[in-house]
């Protein structure tokens, strides 16, 4: 799985950090989404599509 996140999009919501902490943050300066691991560690793929899921901006995509 790669992950790309979209900063433009990004409404600084936090869902993706509450649903995969190992994977994305927020930056302090702005509050979007800081993309930490743009290949999740084994076992987060579960997460990683809820936090797509839960984003309202569609922000965060994955192949």
């Given at each position: ?7 433009d999009?990004c409404?600084g919501s936090?869902n993706?950090v509450l649903a995969?902490?190992?994977v ?7 509050g979007?989404?800081?993309l ?11 997460r990683?599509?809820?936090?797509a ?5 569609g922000?965060?995509?994955f192949?």
């Amino acid at each position: 799985m790669r992950i790309e996140v979209d900063r433009d999009r990004c409404c600084g919501s936090g869902n993706c950090v509450l649903a995969a902490p190992e994977v994305f943050d927020q930056d302090e300066a702005d509050g979007l989404v800081l993309l930490l691991r743009p290949t999740p560690p084994p076992g987060s793929a579960d997460r990683i599509r809820r936090a797509a899921d839960l984003c309202p901006a569609g922000a965060i995509h994955f192949t």
